[in-house]
């Protein structure tokens, strides 16, 4: 059964407000989300903006992915709202999740190569999970990648 484009949408917003990248260094906490960088000591929010923007001579190379998966989530954020307002072709939207998703590997693997930290990708798993569970029937059922408007 094929989910409408509503429900589609909101599988997507849903993984955009998940954490993307949860770190554990010692006994602190930072995750990263698609609208900023969250730490625990001191609670702190750091929008994406500034972190790229304003902090950039400070930043690991690997990060940088972290940015590229936003911007390919914001494509499969426009194209599953497309669905809901017009026409989606799910075909960029499940390829944006799935790059976005991809993206995170990069944050995560340079995380752990870090003595003392522990990064999962609890983003990378629910961007793969929505993927499969709203976007791979309308491959399975329409080829063309296009669903019938319900």
Known sequence: MVAS???RFLAVVVAGLAPWTVLLVGGELTI????GLFTTSPPELLPIYDYFF???????RFIESWGTGVLLYLLALA???SGVVWREDSRIT??????????QIGVVLGFNRRIGYVALPVGTVVMLGVA???YWPLF?????GESVSE
């Open 140 to 144: 399975r059922d329409y080829p063309d």
């Open 79 to 81: 194209s599953a709202l």
């Open 5 to 7: 484009p509503r429900r």
């Open 54 to 60: 304003r902090f950039t001579r400070r930043l690991p």
């Open 132 to 134: 499969w569970w709203y």
């Open 94 to 103: 499940a390829l944006s999740l799935v790059g976005a998703a991809l993206s």
């Open 32 to 35: 990263l989300f698609t609208f």
